[in-house]
Every structure is written in C-alpha cells, then in structure tokens.
Nanobody
Framework: QVELVESGGGLVQAGGSLRLSCAAS????????MGWFRQAPGKEREFVGR????????YYPDSVKGRFTISRDNAKNTVYLQMNSLKPDDTAIYYC??????????????WGQGTQVTVSS
C-alpha cells in the first residue's frame, strides 16, 4: 500500500523557518522522484520542488529557489522540505507527492494528506 504522511506544518512569522517531513512507504520511496506542491486558498496547486532518487539532483521553481531546500534520508524513507526566509505568500497547504515520471510535467500519482503552513506578517 502506498502511503505518504506529512508533518511539520504550523504557524511561523515572516522571515522564519520551518521544516516539513514526508514519510513514504519503502517501495515508492526508492523507486520514484519525491516532490512537494502547495495550494493556497483560491489558487491553483503549485509545484515547489523535487528530489531524485540519487539524493543529489533537485529542482526548484523561481518562486522558492534559494529559500527552499529538499533533502532525503534513505534510511528513514523520509523526504524533507526546509523552508527559510518565509513570506506571507508562502501560506498554503503543502503536499508531498510522488509517482513515475518527472513532476511537474508528469502529474504525481500519489499524494499525502497535506500539512498547513501559515506565515504571519
């Protein structure tokens, strides 16, 4: 059974940092690229970044590049999203996602339940 479980969301002031975690079942963690998306109220879901199975190859859109970092711990089947210099515009529900293919071009097949991140000004 495929399972993605996020944690680490919460309330933080602008300029602060937060780290999200996503624990994945072993089969998908080793096989697929892991990624993060977010969705703010009234907005479309936005791709935040991905990390490949080698643990070294990452990709970020310009909106978060230089502020967000994705890493993975293969021993724990966990991927992390470190978010620094947070802005109120980063407020959203953050989702861990994965699947065959390279996101966001190929939409993920599996999604976590999401975790709320709120950045106050």
């Amino acid at each position: 059974q495929v399972e993605l479980v996020e944690s680490g969301g919460g309330l933080v002031q602008a300029g602060g940092s937060l780290r999200l975690s996503c624990a994945a079942s072993l089969r998908i963690f080793r096989a697929y690229i892991m990624g993060w998306f977010r969705q703010a109220p009234g907005k479309e879901r936005e791709f935040v970044g991905r990390i490949h199975s080698d643990g070294d190859t990452t990709y970020y859109p310009d909106s978060v590049k230089g502020r967000f970092t994705i890493s993975r711990d293969n021993a724990k089947n966990t991927v992390y999203l470190q978010m620094n210099s947070l802005k109120p515009d980063d407020t959203a529900i953050y989702y861990c996602a994965t699947g065959p293919g390279v996101m966001p071009t190929t939409p993920p097949l599996y999604w976590g339940q999401g975790t709320q991140v709120t950045v106050s000004s």
